[in-house]
């Protein structure tokens, strides 16, 4: 295990009169960064010692934005090798593609029938990624929120671990379940299920990091669509790659403060020393009282050793599970075939609830 269990992760609120589980996913869209590690696979690392997990490579919102469909192949088994190299467990929990249970589709549109457009109108995601050129963007990229609700519902999911860019989309997901149950509550009650079918999944947003800066730019989020490579930190960069470019990361001429209100207005030196806490799990105010008042240099070296000591093993066990691509492939047929087997009889209560015949 890279990272032990930390108590705000693991000590989540439950969702009482239901089994607890937790349900997340991430994008195949290629070059997997130090922010996606940081901000999303280390709490679904950290979540499976303390609850049962499905995780998802969410390839039919990926379709959202265009593709290329053998890239797009190549970027789910990316993020498939990432899930496995940074200590997901693929037999004790679930690791699969969205796309391979059909559930999730299904789900989908009774949701796109119970979610109102004055709800979708508010998603500021979708204003973001549509830009000025709004009446051009597919009907796919508007109901994102509601594919994102049956992807967590079709397994009654009680917790889920987000960033603070989908947080807004999780709350949709709660008042879709809770629009779900009043509008079949009778029915619901009359099919035995008790006061509610769906639950109302609790966000896990506490972690090491929710927020990776460029390494170039600290007032920019990182990303992968940045054209300069030494902006971020790929999970797939081996242990020389990683250590140049934390080693020409964008820093300023003063020292390291000794309190945090001292990183105020110096965006570089607040980025590194945050992927310092988070990588080492200790907070910025114990680095900052090791570290202040000392010059950058020996603080950015002993960064750099940390990020190597842990980034490098995830890159390197990433090439291996990547040059096999049949194991990754079988790895995603058996979690699609456990994950069925859990979004199957829930359809179906859906369907007797609705009032369909089957």
Not at 225 to 250: C, V
């Amino acid at each position: 295990m890279l990272y032990e269990p930390r108590p705000e992760l693991t000590e989540t609120k439950p969702v009482p009169g239901f089994a607890q589980r937790v349900f997340s996913g991430i994008q195949p869209t290629g070059n997997l960064h130090l922010g996606n590690y940081l901000g999303a696979i280390v709490k679904f690392v950290q979540l499976q010692q303390s609850f049962p997990c499905i995780y998802c490579v969410v390839d039919l919102h990926a379709i959202t934005m265009p593709q290329e469909p053998a890239e797009l192949q190549q970027s789910i088994r990316e993020v498939t090798a990432a899930f496995l190299a940074a200590g997901i467990d693929p037999v004790k929990h679930i690791v699969f593609n969205q796309s391979r249970v059909h559930e999730h589709a299904e789900l989908a549109w009774v949701f796109n029938c119970i979610a109102r457009l004055g709800w979708l109108n508010r998603m500021t995601q979708f204003k973001d990624k549509a830009g000025k050129d709004r009446e051009n963007a597919s009907l796919g990229l508007y109901a994102y929120p509601s594919l994102m609700a049956a992807d967590i519902l079709v397994y009654r999911a009680t917790h889920v671990p987000v960033g603070e860019d989908q947080k807004q989309h999780l709350e949709l997901t709660r008042d879709v379940a809770q629009k779900f149950n009043n509008d079949y509550s009778g029915r619901i009650a009359d099919l035995g299920f008790g006061a509610g079918y769906f639950p109302l999944p609790e966000p896990v947003i506490q972690g090491p990091a929710t927020r990776v800066m460029s390494l170039r730019d600290g007032s920019k989020k990182m990303s992968k669509s940045d054209p300069s490579d030494y902006s971020r930190i790929n999970l797939s960069d081996d242990s020389d790659t990683i250590a140049q470019k934390f080693r020409k990361a964008k820093t300023d001429p003063e020292p390291l403060p000794s309190e945090e209100k001292g990183l105020e207005s110096r965006p570089e030196a607040e980025n590194l020393v945050g992927i310092y806490a988070a990588l080492s799990g200790r907070s910025r105010a114990e680095l900052l009282a090791e570290f202040g008042g000392g010059q950058f240099s020996a603080f950015k070296q002993a960064l750099t050793d940390l990020a190597v000591d842990k980034l490098g093993p995830v890159g390197k066990r990433m090439k291996q599970l990547t040059a096999d691509p049949g194991y990754i492939d079988q790895v995603l047929r058996d979690g699609a075939e456990r994950a069925s087997a859990i979004a199957a009889p829930i359809m179906n209560d859906v369907k007797d609830i609705v009032g369909f015949l089957r």
